[in-house]
C-alpha cells in the first residue's frame, strides 16, 4: 500500500509575519510536569529493621515514566490501572535490598497485578497479607497496594528481613479489601493459586490468545477472572467476564466471533455460543448469557451437546 503524505497549507501571510507578530502569537511555553508525590511515608525508616539503613533517596515512577524502570512488562501494570511506583534501596554491610511499593488505581488493580507476578505462592504463617515469599523476594498485596521487597545481593541470611520490611511496610497500609470479581468463579474443584485477574489484552493474552487486541472489549475497566479447574472430567481453564449490561456483553460476543484469532478453527458458531478448536487439537467454548460471557478452554473432548465434524 502507497503511502500518501499531507502537507498543510500556509498561508503566505504568516510565512511574512513580523517577529514582533510572531512573537505575540506563539503561545505560552508549556510548564514542566510536575512530578508524582511517591509514598516515602509508607517506607520503613532507618530504625524500622535493625543493622538497615536507607543507601540513596527515594525514587518516584508515574505513568509512563515505568517504562524507564521495567524492562518490559510495564504495560501490563498500565492495563490493570497504575498510578505510581515508590522505590527506596536499604543497606546492611555487604547486603542489598530495594522496597517497592507500587499504587494502583484500586483492589483489582493490585491484585491483579499480584496474581500475575507470584506464580505457585509459598507462604509464611507468620505474614497476613496475600503473600509469596522465596530466598530473594516477598511479594504482596494488600487493597490498592502491591509490594515488593528484593534481596538484591542473594545473601542467604536476609530471608528474615524481607519478612520484617514487609511487616513494616503493611502496617502501614489501609484496611484489606479482596476484589468481589474472585467471587465469581465456584471454589469447587479449582486448582489453588490458579486465580487471574484481567482488565485487557496484555492479561488476557497471558491466559489465552482469543484474538488480536481488546478482542473481549475489556477497555481497562472491564474485569475478566480466570481459573484453572480440575475434576473427574478432567482439567480445563475457565474464565468469566461481567459487563454493565447485556447490550455489552452482546457486542462483546459478537466482536468475539469476528475476529476469533486465525489459530482457532469455528466449529459451530450463533449469536449466543461458540464452539472452536485450538491448535493442540482441543476444544474450546464461549457463551453469552444475559450481561456474562463465560468462556471454557483445553476441553479434550467437545460438549455432548455439540455436533462436531471429524
Known sequence: MRRVLAFAFVPVLALCATPQAASAASPPPRQAAARPTGDGSLMPSDAAVAGWKKSEAARVFGGADLY??????AELFLEFGFDRLTLQKFRSGPNELAVE???????VAATGIYLMKCGKPTRDPSFASRHTITRHQLLFVRERYFVTVNNLSGGDTVGADLLKFGRAVASALPADRVPVELSRVPVQGMVAGSE???RGPFGLQ????????DVLQLGGHIVGVADDVRDESGERTRLVV??????????AFANLRQHLDSYLKPVTSSATRLLFRDFENKFGVATVSARTIEV??????????????R
Not at 524507564?68 to 512488562?73: A, S, T
Not at 511499593?101 to 483492589?107: E, L, N, S, T
Not at 461481567?242 to 457486542?251: E, L, T
Request: glycine residues 12%; without cysteine.
Open 196 to 198: 487471574r485477574l484481567v
Open 68 to 73: 524507564g524502570y521495567i524492562d518490559g512488562g
Open 101 to 107: 511499593i507500587y499504587r494502583m488505581a484500586d483492589p
Open 206 to 213: 497471558s491466559i489465552f490468545t482469543l484474538g488480536d487486541g
Open 296 to 309: 471454557t478452554l483445553h476441553l479434550v473432548k467437545a460438549p455432548q451437546d455439540a455436533s462436531v465434524e
Open 242 to 251: 461481567v459487563y454493565p449490561d447485556g447490550a455489552a456483553a452482546a457486542r
